[in-house]
Every structure is written in C-alpha cells, then in structure tokens.
C-alpha cells in the first residue's frame, strides 16, 4: 500500500516542527503566569462608594444592605461574604446589577446613569495602580 500524494502532502502538514512546540509552551507558561497573577491580587477589606451625595465606606467584613442615591435614580448595595453587588438599581441599562459581586482590591462597580461608583480598597492601599499620570 503506497500513499497517495495528495496523502504525503497532508501528513506533512500536520507535523509540528521544534519552534512549533518551543512557541506553544511559551504562550502556555505566559497565560499561566497571567493567570497567578490576577488570582494573586489581595481582597479588599472596604468598599468606597462615591455618588452625588457624596463619599461613603463600607466594611465588606459586615453584611448588610445599604441604599444609594443620585441623579434620580436609586442603587442598593449588599454586602455578603466579603464581597459586595449593586442588588437593584433604578437606572435603565441595569448594566451596574450585571457586574455582579466584586471583592478584590480595585475592582469596582459602575453606574453612569446614577453616578454611583463602588470601588473595592485594601487597608495597605495595595490596590493604587495607576493607568495614567499627567504631570
């Protein structure tokens, strides 16, 4: 039984060469890398949530609900576990009730419509990664 050349031709496609192998363990060992990194970043001990009526905190180590107002609309906040959620809201997109439950440092929760923003912060102050600074 002899192979076809149309056979020769694709059994000589699906071989991987060394640098084939070489890359893919590379982009494996960067996506691993990635990924302790993210699971690594601390959880926040406090939420800090800014709104129209001004600046509030929140200890993250005490459930409760609590109830945020601005620009019309009405955001409840529960804290469960260590985390907290934007449980209902009054907004129209219900983007900020989609985000879900955040605990880490510097995760946050946002409502354009409300301007309400809760941020995640830990105590050491960990979480002050700056995207950009204008000097």
């Given at each position: 039984m002899s192979l076809r050349?149309?056979?020769?031709?694709?059994?000589?496609r699906l071989r991987f060469a060394v640098g084939d192998i070489i890359a893919a363990a590379?982009?494996?060992t960067a996506a691993f890398a990635m990924l302790l990194f993210m699971l690594a970043k601390p959880s926040g001990t406090t939420a800090e949530v800014v709104s129209p009526d001004g600046v509030?905190?929140?200890s993250l180590a005490v459930d409760g609900v609590y109830t945020f107002t601005g620009n019309g609309?009405?955001?409840t906040a529960?804290?469960?576990g260590g985390s907290v959620r934007a449980a209902e809201c009054s907004?129209?997109?219900g983007l900020?009730?989609?985000?879900?439950?955040?605990s880490r440092a510097g995760n946050a929760i946002v409502?354009?419509?409300?301007?309400?923003?809760?941020?995640i912060v830990s105590e050491d102050n960990s979480d002050a990664d700056y995207d950009l600074a204008v000097g």
């Open positions: 050349k149309s056979d020769a031709k694709r059994s000589r590379a982009v494996l509030h905190t929140i609309y009405t955001m529960e804290v469960a907004c129209p997109d900020c009730v989609s985000r879900g439950a955040v409502c354009v419509p409300a301007g309400i923003v809760i941020k």
